[in-house]
């Protein structure tokens, strides 16, 4: 019987695990090279501030190499040396290029008075800020190892003042990950030290990361380029930072105070914070800091050095740009007349009232456009596809603004973004109501453009010409029709590349870039293995059998009806499970006299299988889980849920 996985999603923060194919990359084609020349005149590359502000305050520089106390790697920035380059070559856009350079600036870094930033150490900062006695920390990185390193270089150029209170400043991974890196829980425990999230916190951890997580997972990998060589016809970097860190372990405490007002004050070490709170913006949960003695405001991930995603290209609940906007403005009325410097959760900062007056405005005005426009143009009839061919650039000055470039998000994919919050996914077309599978399409496709060889030439010149989407297309449809046709997929592979090449976007050039690898090499193996986590425990039990209801087989599971009773004796909740019609139901705190088993075990040993490191049989056999009723339906019940394989096709059937 094999164990749980609650925790898929975090697969991909440890591709060490992934066998990485080599890349058979292509030079930039004279097309590509000549469209990433031309990025040149219309950008204003004379424009050297962020340069001076990513440098400013650099106490102690970073490099080389973060490891896990088995010696593997967790964190690279030697592998980025390559961008040491001056001058951008053809296989990557220059304004990539420039923002890649920018991101490799790491180390400890002071931003104002008491407040040090440790940057380039993960794909995210961590701010410590110094008061009387003792650190507030906020946002501890994604991994214990790189946050335990991040606060070790610190240490070494400032006092060793404990740490007396950690802020999560959302429920993204990579920004409370590390907690163990910096505290000790036991601490927690003790009320020693003090732990400061947005109210919803641990909901959404486990809400966002875990019912779509193998998905979610294999998509990330796309995303983030983890599998593609570092270099300059792989990945450079991932727009909020250089990548996403491996093989390190990911943590979790709970919140000791959670911020439920809209606006609240707390003192730490004499250190004034006020929380604004900022739910359904960049995550679910999420807020802002201010700190008056420093005129100094945190926004968090809200406003980043680009434009963010609505919807990230690896999946997610769609955000709201509109509540994005608003908070963005209110942040505004109520700080930027006393702010001089503005700091976030990756990048660098701004310092200056008026060029922080400047930013926040304009990043408000991005969003709102995203909204407003797709709204616009939605009332107007539009389709996605069409909206976002439409949306090519931003408004005014927006569009020539270095912190508004589609590095993270884009306008093409946050209008289609903005569409499915309003209208779903599809465009209103009756033929796009019951689509063709993409491999029915590609075969109708193929057999109507005269075959494989027609297609093929096809490409061949649509590749000439530089016209690489509408060779994508032919590609993939031909790809679905005959996989195994490796002219196809190396063609395919071709134009996926030049397309990477030439975005500014650094998701879309690892997506595109991945796509071509696995094209020309497969889907890389997966060993099984997950990160290092303990977030299996943030799990509530409520939780656990929502994923359950997830893992069913509902064709296995028709015709064996069944009702089940689960208590929980260590936290008193006990529960019922209804199998009916090939669907799994659960009520809290309830028990029924029709259970064909009752199943009595603490949720600590729970946590331990969700964790993996226990499965049910052997806690069975140990007695840390008892059964009294019929055993064999539990186990039929068992075998009845699936094990998502995370390494599926994409690119082709």
Same mark, same amino acid.
């Given at each position: 019987?094999?164990?749980?996985?609650?925790?898929?999603?975090?697969?991909?923060?440890?591709?060490?695990?992934?066998?990485?194919?080599?890349?058979?990359? /292509?030079?930039?084609?004279?097309?590509?090279?000549?469209?990433?020349?031309?990025?040149?005149?219309?950008?204003?590359?004379?424009?050297?501030?962020?340069?001076?502000?990513?440098?400013?305050?650099?106490?102690?520089?970073?490099?080389?190499?973060?490891?896990?106390?088995?010696?593997?790697?967790?964190?690279?920035?030697?592998?980025?040396?390559?961008?040491?380059?001056?001058?951008?070559?053809?296989?990557?856009?220059?304004?990539?290029?420039?923002?890649?350079?920018?991101?490799?600036?790491?180390?400890?870094?002071?931003?104002?008075?008491?407040?040090?930033?440790?940057? $380039?150490?993960?794909?995210?900062?961590?701010?410590?800020?110094?008061?009387?006695?003792?650190?507030?920390?906020?946002?501890?990185?994604?991994?214990?190892?790189?946050?335990?390193?991040?606060?070790?270089?610190?240490?070494?150029?400032?006092?060793?003042?404990?740490?007396?209170?950690?802020?999560?400043?959302?429920?993204?991974?990579?920004?409370?990950?590390?907690?163990?890196?910096?505290?000790?829980?036991?601490?927690?425990?003790?009320?020693?030290?003090?732990?400061?999230?947005?109210?919803?916190?641990?909901?959404?951890?486990?809400?966002?990361?875990?019912?779509?997580?193998?998905?979610?997972?294999?998509?990330?990998?796309?995303?983030?380029?983890?599998?593609? *060589?570092? $270099?300059?016809? $792989?990945?450079?970097?991932?727009?909020?930072?250089?990548?996403?860190?491996?093989?390190?372990?990911?943590?979790?405490?709970?919140?000791?105070?959670?911020?439920? %007002?809209?606006?609240?004050?707390?003192?730490?070490?004499?250190?004034?914070?006020?929380?604004?709170?900022?739910?359904?913006?960049?995550? *679910?949960?999420?807020?802002?800091?201010?700190?008056?003695? /420093?005129?100094?405001?945190?926004?968090?991930?809200?406003?980043?050095?680009?434009?963010?995603?609505?919807?990230?290209?690896?999946?997610?609940?769609?955000?709201?740009?509109?509540?994005?906007?608003?908070?963005?403005?209110?942040?505004?009325?109520?700080?930027?007349?006393?702010?001089?410097?503005?700091?976030?959760?990756?990048?660098?900062?701004?310092?200056?009232?008026?060029?922080?007056?400047?930013?926040?405005?304009?990043?408000?005005?991005?969003?709102?456009?995203?909204?407003?426009?797709?709204?616009?143009?939605?009332?107007?009839?539009?389709?996605?596809?069409?909206?976002?061919?439409?949306?090519?650039?931003?408004?005014?000055?927006?569009?020539?603004?270095?912190?508004?470039?589609?590095?993270?998000?884009?306008?093409?994919?946050?209008?289609?973004?903005?569409?499915?919050?309003?209208?779903?996914?599809?465009?209103?077309?009756?033929?796009?109501?019951?689509?063709?599978?993409?491999?029915?399409?590609?075969?109708?496709?193929?057999?109507?453009?005269?075959?494989?060889?027609?297609?093929?030439?096809?490409?061949?010149?649509?590749?000439?010409?530089?016209?690489?989407?509408?060779?994508?297309?032919?590609?993939?449809?031909?790809?679905?029709?005959?996989?195994? %046709?490796?002219?196809?997929?190396?063609?395919?592979?071709?134009?996926?590349?030049?397309?990477?090449?030439?975005?500014?976007?650094?998701?879309?050039?690892?997506?595109?870039?991945?796509?071509?690898?696995?094209?020309?090499?497969?889907?890389?193996?997966?060993?099984?293995?997950?990160?290092?986590?303990?977030? $299996?425990?943030?799990?509530?039990?409520?939780?656990?059998?929502?994923?359950?209801?997830?893992?069913?087989?509902?064709?296995?599971?028709?015709?064996?009806?069944?009702?089940?009773?689960?208590?929980?004796?260590?936290?008193?909740?006990?529960?019922?499970?209804?199998?009916?019609?090939?669907?799994?139901?659960?009520?809290?705190?309830?028990?029924?006299?029709?259970?064909?088993?009752?199943?009595?075990?603490?949720?600590?040993?729970?946590?331990?299988?969700?964790?993996?490191?226990?499965?049910? *049989?052997?806690?069975?056999?140990?007695?840390?889980?008892?059964?009294?009723?019929?055993?064999?339906?539990?186990?039929?019940?068992?075998?009845?849920?699936?094990?998502?394989?995370?390494?599926?096709?994409?690119?082709? *059937?």
């Amino acid at each position: 019987m094999k164990p749980f996985s609650l925790l898929p999603l975090l697969a991909f923060l440890s591709t060490a695990s992934l066998s990485p194919a080599l890349l058979a990359s /292509q030079p930039a084609s004279s097309i590509t090279a000549a469209k990433n020349a031309e990025v040149l005149k219309v950008l204003p590359f004379t424009d050297r501030a962020d340069y001076e502000s990513a440098s400013r305050g650099l106490i102690a520089p970073f490099s080389g190499q973060i490891k896990n106390a088995d010696g593997q790697v967790v964190w690279d920035m030697d592998a980025y040396k390559f961008l040491d380059a001056d001058l951008a070559p053809e296989t990557v856009n220059p304004s990539l290029w420039r923002l890649a350079q920018l991101n490799k600036n790491a180390g400890l870094f002071q931003v104002a008075d008491n407040i040090y930033q440790l940057r $380039g150490m993960d794909v995210s900062n961590m701010t410590v800020i110094e008061g009387d006695d003792g650190l507030f920390i906020i946002d501890p990185l994604t991994y214990s190892e790189t946050a335990k390193a991040a606060l070790e270089l610190y240490y070494q150029h400032r006092p060793k003042k404990p740490v007396l209170a950690v802020a999560y400043s959302h429920s993204h991974a990579d920004h409370f990950g590390g907690v163990r890196g910096v505290v000790d829980e036991a601490d927690v425990k003790a009320g020693k030290v003090k732990i400061f999230a947005p109210s919803g916190f641990m909901e959404h951890v486990v809400a966002e990361n875990v019912f779509a997580g193998s998905a979610m997972s294999r998509r990330a990998q796309f995303q983030f380029g983890s599998l593609l *060589p570092r $270099g300059e016809q $792989g990945q450079v970097d991932t727009g909020m930072g250089k990548t996403i860190a491996v093989n390190g372990g990911v943590s979790v405490i709970a919140p000791t105070d959670l911020i439920s %007002n809209p606006y609240e004050t707390h003192t730490v070490s004499g250190i004034e914070i006020e929380f604004q709170l900022t739910p359904g913006t960049e995550a *679910p949960s999420e807020m802002n800091f201010y700190l008056p003695k /420093q005129h100094a405001l945190c926004m968090s991930e809200n406003t980043t050095q680009m434009m963010h995603n609505v919807l990230t290209p690896r999946g997610a609940l769609v955000r709201d740009a509109k509540a994005w906007a608003e908070f963005i403005d209110e942040s505004l009325e109520r700080y930027g007349n006393k702010t001089d410097v503005m700091f976030i959760s990756h990048n660098w900062p701004i310092w200056g009232g008026e060029r922080i007056r400047t930013f926040l405005a304009d990043q408000r005005d991005m969003y709102a456009f995203l909204n407003d426009r797709t709204l616009n143009l939605i009332n107007k009839g539009l389709t996605p596809t069409e909206i976002a061919e439409k949306m090519d650039k931003l408004p005014g000055d927006l569009e020539k603004k270095w912190y508004t470039r589609s590095y993270y998000g884009s306008l093409s994919h946050n209008s289609r973004a903005v569409y499915q919050r309003y209208l779903g996914y599809y465009d209103g077309n009756p033929a796009n109501l019951d689509p063709l599978t993409p491999v029915d399409a590609g075969k109708h496709y193929v057999q109507a453009m005269g075959g494989t060889e027609a297609v093929l030439k096809q490409m061949r010149t649509a590749i000439d010409q530089g016209d690489y989407r509408w060779a994508t297309t032919l590609g993939n449809n031909l790809v679905f029709a005959d996989p195994g %046709n490796q002219a196809a997929k190396a063609l395919q592979a071709d134009a996926l590349e030049q397309l990477g090449y030439q975005s500014e976007n650094a998701l879309w050039r690892n997506i595109y870039l991945t796509g071509a690898m696995e094209l020309r090499n497969g889907v890389p193996a997966y060993n099984g293995g997950a990160a290092r986590s303990d977030l $299996g425990r943030s799990m509530t039990a409520s939780q656990f059998f929502d994923y359950l209801a997830v893992r069913l087989d509902s064709d296995k599971a028709q015709g064996h009806d069944m009702v089940l009773n689960w208590v929980f004796e260590d936290i008193g909740q006990s529960f019922v499970l209804t199998l009916r019609n090939g669907v799994l139901t659960h009520r809290n705190d309830k028990q029924s006299a029709q259970a064909v088993i009752t199943v009595k075990l603490d949720k600590a040993t729970l946590d331990q299988i969700s964790m993996r490191r226990l499965d049910f *049989p052997t806690a069975v056999k140990r007695g840390d889980i008892k059964l009294e009723g019929d055993g064999k339906r539990l186990g039929q019940f068992l075998s009845m849920l699936d094990t998502f394989t995370q390494q599926f096709n994409i690119v082709t *059937p």
